[in-house]
């Protein structure tokens, strides 16, 4: 079992950045395959990025590769989440999400067995 926690959202201006992360708890984080997703008002979910358990393979949805970047410290147990350029469709509640298995960068969300609760970002023009 892992637990997530998701910290670092704000309210941000256009063009700018904003780093979020999230904090897993327990021994196994090793374990997982971590993802960032996405839900805005109105919208489904969306994926945002994969990072695979070691860490050195990274996928991202086309609308935000580019200017966002995953990447994760085994050592701490979190993973991050560097946005930058940020546009106003970036605005979204942002959530880490873990699965355990193969190292593919499965982009829909029922793969994930564990989730955080979110955090908000919300980017102005």
């Known amino acids: 079992q892992v637990q997530l926690v998701e910290s670092g959202g704000d309210l941000v201006q256009a063009g700018g950045s904003l780093r979020l992360s999230c904090a897993a708890s327990?021994?196994?984080?090793?374990?997982?395959?971590m993802a960032w997703f996405r839900q805005a008002p109105g919208k489904e979910r969306e994926f945002v990025a994969h990072?695979?358990?070691?860490?050195?393979?990274?996928s991202y949805a086309d609308s935000v590769k580019g200017r966002f970047t995953v990447s994760r410290d085994n050592a701490k147990n979190t993973m991050d989440l560097q946005m930058n350029s940020l546009k106003s469709e970036d605005s979204a509640v942002y959530y880490c999400a873990a699965r355990s298995g193969d190292i593919r960068p499965y982009t829909r969300g029922a793969y994930y067995q564990h989730w955080g609760q979110g955090t908000q970002v919300t980017v102005f023009s």
């Open positions: 327990g021994r196994t984080f090793l374990r997982y395959h």
């Open positions: 990072i695979t358990w070691s860490g050195t393979s990274t």
